[in-house]
């Protein structure tokens, strides 16, 4: 992200219908007993991605990479790699490696032998070893430190060294399982950046499982948000972030303010919507919904606008209300506004001034108001 | 005031155990060690004479070397030493060979299981460990239930003598000491982050090689203190070799018992059990010192 030298080809292989996907998923299930961890999962990835598995614990995000490690068996479907089926191929046979939330580094061995040990299954001879293990430190920079044993190592030491460890046969398909879920914020944040440089320069299809939108919108060239062992929606982060498919995606990823309401009109792909929970009309962009019918609609905190004079236009995409709470973030503050129907709704501004009095506190009267293009009809 | 003294009452507790059940009569032991067999009672001369023939207080140091030298002159008690070792030997590694994978199911079972096979293992040791010896005879011998079940079945045409035999040695002390393998085997093989193995098969290793180059070292401190744990009751062990063996099996433990029994010879008995704690506080004092070592190493 840093290397701003040489311009970045935007790669889009996903929009591109001739692209032929390097991993895909087919149809992959799986359950624990009763408990239905995967279902039914699609996803096609292309060849060179760094591609995020994003939801709340227990979404299956985790049951899915391990099956295409090979540690779980699918009940139904199959997963292909670089277009090999994988089905009945065990971990030791696959070409992936994966890279493990506790590191799983081997307490008895050097960090070198650490590195070497994957390279050392496949009978490489011993001066290609040294070479690639040497190889390996120094593009975790960790040049020195092949004699130490794991646990001389601090958190982010032993992190790289799992991340050497993964790479080192160069495989088709790096997994991590949370790589970065064990590190402080600083280190994690660096980390982030890091690993897309590796990833760039090594042109390995990274597939990572996180929980963290930040970390997953931060590295991610495509992300699956998952929710009950199913995927909700898959795009770019900016894609999955400013046009969320369902409520669930919304309200996960980032904070949404969600309104209820009937459709009134639908002309020239804008529908007008009447909220009464808020108090409001809604002017937004979309179309396919018949006037009578019930919708939703997303709006980010940070596209409504705070005024505390009445704006020209109060017809649509205006609503009154009550400030009731502040919370400052230091670059930006998020007022908590009560609408006079009693909706709440979050409205994000930035600080751009040096705030020590607020031009707006609590118990002001305030006018919330969007552009018609703020707001994302829901479709569930 | 309070506190310290009984800080130190808690402190010197194992001490003085270790004083008075270990080191007093080890003491007593070495000293008769160095007396001379007589004919009185009790059966040996004292160390130290205060008096002399005269009745004059004359304080004389009476030390005797004859027992040792006994020991190593009479081939005796060299062979029952290098019979004992060796059976111990092979007793630790069948225990091994036996232990480990039992050790390691055990570790591998579901959470809820582990605590009734822990029990199950340590179950035998509430009957008598005399009693269970005991019952092997009537499993071993010629017309016994080993025998008559083989028989039954049609493997063997007439009864393999095992009673009073070596390899009712061995299994007499692998059964018995078996426990002291597992429990050690399973603590190691038990706190194993079974996500190493998934990272070994992940880097290319096949199940095989990944027991063997990570599961293995790993238990490696499981595997010495099992063994040692074997090794060294094994050595010594007299109960076993009597009740099965035969009285071809030359056992240290068994001679001992011979000597001070039998033929009343309490100082050359003494020297036995000297040189008997010499030859098993070595592998002792040297597992310690790997330990230390490898703690050391570790940074712990």
Not at chain 1, 254 to 278: C, F, K, M, P, W
Not at chain 1, 338 to 347: C, Q
Not at chain 2, 28 to 48: D, G, H, M, N, Q
Request: aromatic share 10%.
């Amino acid at each position: 992200m840093n290397d701003t030298r040489t311009p970045r080809a935007r790669i889009e292989p996903w929009n591109d219908p001739a692209a032929s996907a390097y991993v895909r998923v087919e149809g992959i299930a799986k359950s624990f007993g009763a408990q239905v961890a995967v279902a039914n999962v699609d996803l096609a990835i292309h060849k060179g991605e760094f591609f995020s598995l994003l939801g709340p614990s227990g979404c299956g995000k985790t049951t899915l990479l391990r099956m295409l490690a090979g540690f779980e068996t699918p009940d139904a479907g199959r997963i292909l790699i670089d277009g090999a089926d994988m089905t009945g191929v065990p971990p030791h046979r696959r070409p992936v490696n994966m890279m493990f939330q506790s590191y799983a580094l081997f307490p008895h061995m050097t960090v070198e032998q650490n590195i070497a040990f994957g390279l050392r299954q496949d009978g490489a001879p011993k001066a290609e070893i040294a070479d690639r293990v040497a190889e390996m430190l120094a593009l975790v920079k960790l040049d020195g430190f092949g004699r130490r044993k794991p646990h001389q190592l601090s958190g982010g030491q032993r992190q790289r060294v799992a991340l050497a460890r993964a790479l080192v046969k160069k495989p088709k398909l790096l997994l991590l399982d949370e790589p970065l879920g064990a590190l402080d914020r600083r280190l994690r944040e660096h980390t982030q950046f890091e690993l897309v440089n590796i990833q760039e320069r090594l042109g390995i299809t990274f597939i990572i499982v996180t929980h963290d939108q930040e970390e997953a919108m931060t590295m991610s060239s495509r992300m699956a948000v998952m929710e009950h062992g199913a995927i909700r929606q898959v795009g770019t982060p900016a894609e999955v972030y400013e046009r969320p498919a369902s409520r669930f995606v919304a309200e996960f990823l980032g904070d949404a303010n969600i309104i209820e309401g009937r459709v009134t009109s639908s002309a020239n792909g804008r529908l007008q919507i009447a909220a009464e929970a808020a108090g409001c009309t809604i002017a937004v962009d979309g179309d396919g919904l018949a006037a009578g019918a019930p919708c939703a609609v997303a709006f980010r905190p940070e596209k409504l606008t705070l005024a505390k004079d009445q704006p020209a236009d109060t017809s649509s995409n205006a609503v009154a209300g009550t400030v009731f709470d502040i919370a400052y973030l230091g670059d930006m503050s998020v007022y908590h506004v009560r609408t006079d129907a009693g909706a709440t709704l979050r409205v994000a501004a930035a600080n751009s001034q040096r705030m020590i009095e607020r031009p707006i506190t609590w118990d002001d009267r305030v006018w919330v108001t969007w552009a018609p293009g703020a707001g994302v009809v829901l479709d569930r | 005031m309070n506190t310290s003294w009984g800080k130190r009452l808690v402190i010197a507790a194992p001490y003085l155990w270790l004083g008075l059940f270990f080191l007093i009569p080890f003491l007593i032991v070495l000293k008769l060690s160095f007396a001379e067999v007589v004919l009185a009672r009790p059966p040996y001369t004292p160390l130290i004479e205060w008096l002399n023939a005269a009745g004059q207080f004359a304080p004389k140091l009476r030390v005797n070397f004859a027992n040792y030298l006994l020991l190593l002159s009479d081939d005796l008690y060299i062979r029952s030493f290098l019979i004992s070792l060796r059976i111990a030997f092979f007793a630790t590694l069948i225990a091994l060979a036996v232990g480990y994978p039992l050790a390691y199911a055990m570790a591998r079972a579901p959470e809820s299981w582990r605590a009734i096979l822990v029990m199950l293992v340590i179950l035998p040791f509430w009957t008598s460990f005399l009693i269970r010896v005991y019952a092997w005879i009537g499993i071993l011998k010629n017309e016994g239930l080993l025998n008559a079940a083989l028989m039954a079945v049609g493997i063997i045409s007439k009864p393999l003598v095992i009673m009073n035999t070596d390899w009712a040695v061995y299994i007499g002390i692998v059964y018995s000491y078996l426990p002291f393998m597992v429990l050690p085997l399973y603590a190691a093989l038990e706190k194993q982050d079974p996500s190493l193995l998934e990272a070994a098969a992940d880097l290319g290793a096949p199940p095989w090689k990944a027991f063997w180059t990570v599961t293995v070292p790993l238990s490696l401190p499981g595997i010495v203190a099992g063994s040692l744990l074997v090794f060294i009751p094994a050595v010594g062990e007299f109960v076993i070799p009597d009740i099965l063996g035969g009285s071809g099996t030359l056992m240290i433990g068994k001679t001992l018992w011979a000597e001070f029994f039998n033929n009343r010879d309490w100082p050359l008995a003494s020297a036995i059990a000297v040189v008997l704690l010499v030859v098993l506080v070595v592998p002792i004092v040297w597992f310690q010192r790997q330990q230390a070592a490898r703690a050391v190493e570790d940074g712990r």
